[in-house]
């Protein structure tokens, strides 16, 4: 049973940057994807970027494009979220998630990487406040 648990979360004024730190326990697949996640209250639970554990291939939403960064440590079976000038609409619970399928061409084109729904393994999540 894979187990994953985040870490970093925090409040900060908008501009800043926080670190957010996956863990994985338990068997891992080589050639899978490592998701970040997040969901705002009475919103749906979005994807923010994605990670191919085979080649650090990442992948992000438009929203974080340019200001997120994933990358894995894979001696670690570690997975981060860099998150730089944060705004406000940032704020959110942030959960990685943890696809173990190797993925075809096709799944990774069709952008499924960011549907909460090909992602069989959960963290519990940690907060991100941003102030303006």
């Known amino acids: 049973q894979v187990q994953l648990v985040e870490s970093g979360g925090g409040s900060v004024q908008a501009g800043g940057s926080l670190r957010l730190s996956c863990a994985a326990s338990g068997y891992t697949y080589s050639l899978s994807f490592m998701g970040w996640f997040r969901q705002a209250p009475g919103k749906e639970r979005e994807g923010v970027a994605a990670i191919y554990t085979g080649d650090g291939r990442a992948y992000y939403a438009d929203s974080v494009k340019g200001r997120f960064t994933i990358s894995q440590d894979n001696a670690k079976n570690t997975v981060y979220l860099q998150m730089n000038s944060l705004k406000p609409e940032d704020t959110a619970m942030y959960y990685c998630?943890?696809?173990?399928?190797?993925?075809?061409?096709?799944?990774?084109?069709?952008?499924?990487?960011?549907?909460?729904?090909?992602?069989?393994?959960w963290g519990q999540g940690t907060q991100v406040t941003v102030s303006s």
């Open positions: 998630a943890y696809n173990p399928t190797p993925p075809s061409e096709l799944w990774v084109r069709s952008r499924a990487w960011a549907l909460s729904s090909e992602y069989t393994y």
